[in-house]
């Protein structure tokens, strides 16, 4: 036994050694995680802000003035310009300088003032509905609060029902909140094909894989050689990538770290086998690359990361089911936002623990089969 | 340049790819799959918000705003007995928002006060939890008037925003996701397939044998370009053909348009993917950085996703490097628009430097020498 544990603990330092040898490869595994985090981590966001829009107003009285006042002041909306005709409105969107255009008509202010209710048009670029989409939102907001002062200003009747809404766990709606602990599952994910995803297609390509298989180490000792690097550091990228999303972006942890470590052992032991395989299952580098594609580019797009499952087509959803990232990053919300423990978290960690271990046997069945 | 040497190179590459087909599953699966799941899997469109209502004191009222409700297209409600129930609901997730009428909904609501309905929202998921109150106040605001009339009493809103959404009126995510999609297949595509190429045969000891051959590194760089440029470009096909023909994905540009930007962009993916194949010098170092700079750079810093102009200035700023935001704008307009010049020359404009400026790198650090 004490044998045994020697080689793999040999076979994970000459792994460790392979990966950290030269400076490019030392460079790939430290710097990006970091950079990649604070980039995606700003870029990221589902809140607008200055989304240029450009007003065409028929109108001469204040009222419409004040409400693209109230526009033009939003954090969300910034006035691009004025324009003049259709034509020019047209233009603004077409060539996609505006985002928003508001028509405001000729009677805007003396149908308000009349008690009518008075229109206003808001155009958007479909082209990006998402952007759009969220844009109406705002954009409806502004012109509820529009009316509650109008209301307030002129007496009228207010409506008998107010609908006054809250948000848990997340109070401002800040989108980073739910996107950033998703940055730290994907990182997670690519540093851990990154180790792996390569690591037997490579030797099997520059030959150096028979060599191992002639020595006395038998294929489960390989895998096993193979995995604990995967495992090292990937446990130190998350951890390194975590600290960053709690003290440079401040996203709340209110969960347990114990909760948290226990979903990324299972969700490393996870990826870490699914690379093995995906790994020994390439002859050569450039198909352990499209393996690695091939998996990962739907693993995160399955997810949940930016869009939820649950509006995912019911087989789709059951194919989620196979995704890894998608139950760790259940672990990270859970233990960020909704200061989940360990047992509630339960429901996540048995699934990945399932992956992983019938991912390392299929490995160390296919480093058997190509002997 | 020799036509005769420059087509031995070519034929040469072109045994290369038909003996390991990883490079023609990723320039034909690798889309095919891609798009199948996106298309499929990825809706940002609205879906039925699971609502647990809890009605303190059910009277006619309340049982008429819960009908509205209930027969509104995206909402599935359930009645809980009270608010502790349905606040366990939402922690487990078993509901997306609580609407609350409390005992005394009706009382003021009669007496001429305002009543209050109070929702809560599960923050987590910062944009659907906006999305979600968006639904119930439009509800809200829908029966806020038939409550109205109903009465007698003329509803004075001030204010209506009419919104109208130019080119996917029915803002079909899909419409604008998957042109945006076949943007980040191309950069996978472009990248993948000549990122390894030449470290391959640096590694292999193969470049040492080209060296002592008259060919010039133009021509050894161009025999390796062309015959993965009409790789790409049969993937480009194919996506087009998906989306036109299986996704319904409307196609308002001319073809030519289309193809045209497409030359230019695979031109500058492939340059990609060069430069980092003549740059690492080793497969494996030159398979960690595509891994790391092709898909989650795209994914996230196209504007396929996330809006482009709500990110910082510095990310802002960041994004002109990523070839697919460009891709992404031209091609959003040429399927939902049309050949909108204005947007086409101005990211045709920003590809082509980019294009020139990954081929300049690669034909520049692309010596024929030992070391």
Not at chain 1, 141 to 146: A, E, K, L, M, R
Request: some cysteine.
């Amino acid at each position: 036994m004490r044998l045994i544990l020697r080689r793999i603990f040999a076979l994970s330092i000459k792994e460790l050694l392979a990966l950290l040898r030269d400076a490019a490869s030392r460079a790939v595994l430290i710097g990006p995680p970091i950079i990649q985090l604070l980039v995606f981590g700003y870029a990221a966001t589902f809140n607008l802000s200055h989304v240029p829009f450009v007003v065409y107003n028929q109108d001469q009285g204040q009222s419409s003035r004040d409400l693209i006042a109230r526009f033009a002041g939003s954090p969300s909306f910034g006035l691009l310009r004025v324009v003049h005709n259709q034509s020019a409105l047209q233009q603004a969107i077409d060539d996609k300088s505006a985002l928003m255009a508001i028509d405001i008509g000729p009677n805007f202010t003396s149908d308000l003032e009349r008690g009518k209710t008075s229109h206003v048009q808001l155009i958007l670029d479909g082209r990006d509905s998402n952007t759009a989409g969220l844009a109406i939102g705002y954009a409806q907001s502004i012109v509820t609060t529009f009316n509650e002062a109008q209301t307030a200003e002129h007496g009228g009747i207010p409506p008998s029902t107010v609908l006054l809404d809250r948000a848990w766990f997340n109070p401002n709606l800040d989108s980073h909140w739910f996107i950033i602990p998703g940055i730290c599952g994907i990182l997670t994910l690519l540093e851990s094909m990154l180790t792996t995803g390569l690591s037997v297609a490579r030797e099997r390509e520059m030959g150096t894989f028979d060599q191992l298989l002639v020595t006395p180490m038998r294929p489960t000792e390989i895998l096993f050689g193979k995995a604990l690097p995967g495992f090292l550091v990937g446990t130190m990228e998350g951890t390194l990538i975590i600290l960053v999303a709690i003290f440079w972006f401040h996203v709340p942890f209110t969960g347990s770290f114990l909760g948290l470590y226990v979903g990324l052992f299972c969700f490393l032991l996870a990826t870490v086998g699914i690379g093995l395989m995906i790994s020994s299952l390439a002859r050569t580098q450039q198909q352990g690359l499209l393996g690695v594609f091939l998996f990962m580019v739907p693993a995160i797009v399955l997810s949940g990361f930016a869009t939820p499952i649950a509006n995912m087509p019911q087989a789709v959803q059951y194919i989620t089911l196979l995704d890894p990232l998608r139950y760790f990053l259940i672990v990270l919300r859970r233990s960020f936002l909704e200061g989940a423990g360990a047992s509630l978290l339960w429901p996540q960690y048995w699934p990945l623990a399932v992956i992983g271990v019938v991912s390392m046997i299929i490995a160390g069945r296919l480093f058997r089969r190509l002997y | 340049m020799k036509w005769m040497r420059l087509r031995g190179l070519m034929r040469k590459e072109a045994y290369e790819i038909l003996r390991d087909p990883s490079s023609i599953a990723i320039a034909f699966v690798l889309p095919m799959v891609l798009l199948l799941i996106f298309g499929y899997g990825v809706s940002l469109d609205a879906r039925r918000v699971s609502v647990a209502e809890v009605v303190d004191h059910p009277t006619q009222l309340t049982t008429s705003f819960l009908a509205e409700l209930q027969s509104s297209p995206w909402f599935r409600p359930t009645i809980y007995p009270d608010q502790a129930s349905a606040e366990r609901a939402l922690v487990h997730g078993h509901a997306d928002a609580i609407l609350w009428l409390r005992s005394d909904f009706t009382r003021l609501s009669y007496s001429g006060n305002t009543a209050p309905i109070d929702l809560t929202v599960n923050g987590v998921d910062a944009n659907q939890a906006r999305i979600i109150k968006n639904y119930v106040n439009g509800t809200w605001l829908v029966w806020l008037e038939q409550e109205a009339t109903r009465q007698g009493a003329q509803l004075s809103v001030p204010v209506i925003a009419d919104t109208r959404v130019w080119f996917n009126p029915a803002l079909r995510s899909r419409d604008y996701l998957i042109p945006g999609l076949i943007a980040i297949i191309m950069t996978l595509i472009g990248a993948l397939l000549t990122a390894l190429v030449v470290a391959r045969e640096w590694e292999r000891g193969t470049m040492e044998g080209i060296m002592v051959t008259p060919v010039s590194t133009p021509e050894i760089l161009l025999g390796k370009l062309v015959p993965y440029f009409a790789m790409g470009m049969g993937g480009m096909i194919l996506s087009t053909t998906m989306a036109v023909f299986l996704f319904d994905v409307p196609l308002r540009g001319s073809l030519l348009v289309l193809f045209g930007t497409a030359t230019l962009f695979l031109l500058t993916a492939l340059g990609m993917g060069l430069v980092i194949s003549v740059l690492a010098r080793s497969q494996f170092v030159a398979a960690m950085i595509a891994i790391i700079t092709t898909f989650l750079p795209a994914f996230i810093l196209s504007g396929f996703l996330f809006d482009i102009r709500s990110m910082p200035q510095v990310i802002q700023a960041l994004t002109h490097v990523v070839a697919a935001r460009y891709f992404v704008a031209m091609l959003q307009s040429i399927f939902l628009a049309g050949d909108v010049w204005p947007v086409i020359l101005r990211n045709g404009f920003g590809m082509a430097i980019l294009c020139v400026i990954f081929l300049g790198i690669a034909l520049l650090r692309f010596r024929k020498r030992l070391d």
